[in-house]
């Protein structure tokens, strides 16, 4: 029998109801799992086996009853393993957001996104790494150390949810969710070879999601396919009276059934495939797109003529956002203290000391954009342009129904790559930015791998609340392709 950990999630779901295996069994797989590499991969903060064996416990209730008629309307959630980025709050677990200035913070609510799943019946693992605040593309920027790729542990996971796509390709857990500011879930999920959405602005609360950029954070899913990721999409997403940017109104049906893609139009806008894009990037990214076409996509070029705007957009609107969020962390209301002779010493120790270089740049960046003065040469004026980004998808959604793209120009790089130049890093989200922008959907799946054995993804961008689709095509494509069942060998 093929180990509990290699299941898919609908396999360890038809399992467990079928009572060939236990929440519990299943959860004690995936913890051995944790014990056997992730001292290698390092994708988890803190562990929750106690937490996890809880609901294991409740999960094989609920089955049981399920099984004597008792639960007809059982979600394929109940009993299976996730992990959470530790920038999502879970009442009375360490939350750390990667930074050393909540160090020790146990918060005193749970995050709607992460309650949703344990009131489906899911089993909750642990923390996962992150960049300080999900600032970063590579999770180097943890306080607590960076996560490894499992397809070459010398290289990065991609960030900034690096442990929660690592966690899901070295199979210590079957699906976990991430957040995505600016390419965040799905940059990850191209680097390590699995699947990862970024919803809508709006269609998953973000209540409990510790604030980096407020209009452009996203909750986000990592999993090994589109049908995994639906089943945890349809049980997050959805009005939630405790976040007042949360949409209200019916979530759309994920219909997936359908393998036959025929006149579904595809845009492939040019500016995505620019020089200095790897080539075997490029190449596997135009065969997905033949893909596409022999499912019967009508593929034509687009323009996003304002592309090369957002990363300069991004890098004005979110450190502003981010210095106001993060005001908050001041050695008073959360997190340790640095004591200094007086109040604004001890303000600045505490900040100094506790705030990675990452962090404070950001803070820099954003506090500057925002002073008077400068207020209308930066923030004003990006914001303005960010409405231009918006329109060209605006535009481009009148003619097809959905945009293809690498998600990143190159495969996952190596540790320390990039140590030194922090623009170097920035430039790897040029592809995901925009979809933050534009508040659009964006999921990224894999298509194939370059010559060292390192996996690419492909992203397709909807309209806002147009994740149907985007399940519909990524699940045609994955019943035509085996990309995503390929494994990290760890
Ligand atoms: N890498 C981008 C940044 O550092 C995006 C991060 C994110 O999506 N959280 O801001």
Redesign the pocket.
């Known amino acids: 029998m093929t180990a509990l950990i290699d299941l898919s999630l609908h396999e360890a779901a038809q399992a467990l109801r079928a009572g060939e295996t236990s929440a519990r069994e299943l959860t004690l797989a995936c913890i051995a799992r944790m014990e056997e590499v992730d001292g290698h991969v390092h994708a988890f903060l803190a562990q929750t086996p106690d937490l996890a064996l809880e609901h294991a416990d409740r999960a094989d209730k609920m089955l049981a009853e399920a099984r004597k008629g008792e639960n007809e309307s059982l979600s394929n959630l109940v009993g299976i393993p996730v992990a959470i980025k530790d920038v999502l709050t879970i009442r009375g677990v360490p939350t750390t957001c990667g930074s050393k200035i909540l160090e020790g913070y146990r918060p005193p609510y749970t995050a709607t996104s992460v309650q949703r799943l344990i009131d489906s019946g899911a089993v909750i693992l642990g923390k996962t790494n992150t960049?300080e605040f999900?600032?970063?593309?590579s999770t180097e920027n943890s306080a607590y150390g960076v996560t490894h790729n499992p397809w070459d542990l010398a290289r990065v996971p991609g960030?900034?949810s690096g442990g929660s796509a690592a966690a899901v390709a070295a199979r210590m857990c079957f699906a976990a969710l991430g957040?995505?500011?600016?390419?965040?879930v799905r940059?990850p999920a191209a680097f390590c070879g699995i699947t990862g959405l970024k919803p809508s602005y709006g269609r998953v609360s973000r209540y409990g999601l510790i604030a980096?950029g407020s209009s452009l954070d996203t909750v986000g899913i990592h999993a090994h396919s589109a049908a995994e990721m639906a089943v945890l999409y349809t049980t997050m997403a959805g009005h939630d009276e405790l976040d007042s940017t949360s949409m209200p109104g019916a979530v759309e049906e994920i219909q997936l059934q359908d393998g036959d893609l025929r006149g579904i139009r595809v845009g492939v806008p040019k500016e995505y495939f620019i020089d200095g894009i790897q080539p075997a990037v490029e190449a596997a990214v135009r065969e997905a797109l033949n893909v596409l076409g022999d499912l019967g996509c009508e593929l034509q070029e687009i323009s996003l003529p304002h592309t090369n705007l957002a990363l300069p957009v991004?890098y004005i609107i979110?450190p502003a956002e981010a210095s106001a969020n993060l005001a908050r962390y001041d050695g008073i209301r959360f997190g340790p203290r640095k004591n200094g002779d007086d109040l604004w010493d001890t303000y600045l120790k505490t900040r100094g000391e506790l705030f990675g270089p990452e962090v404070k740049r950001r803070i820099m960046l954003g506090t500057y954009a925002l002073s008077s003065g400068y207020y209308d040469a930066y923030y004003a004026q990006a914001q303005k342009v960010r409405t231009l980004i918006k329109q060209d998808f605006e535009r481009a959604f009148e003619r097809v129904d959905l945009i293809a793209s690498p998600v990143t120009p190159t495969t996952a790089f190596p540790i320390g790559a990039h140590e030194d130049d922090p623009l170097a890093?920035?430039l790897?989200?040029v592809f995901t930015?925009p979809a933050?922008l534009a508040g659009v959907p964006g999921l990224a799946f894999p298509v194939g791998f370059d010559d060292s054995g390192l996996p690419i993804g492909m992203q397709i961008t909807g309209p806002h609340l147009g994740e149907a689709i985007l399940f519909r095509v990524t699940h045609a494509y994955q019943k035509a392709t085996d990309w995503h069942n390929k494994e990290a060998l760890l």
């Open positions: 960049d999900a600032m970063g593309s960030g900034s957040t995505d500011t600016g390419g965040s940059q980096y991004y979110a890093m920035y790897e989200d930015l933050n």
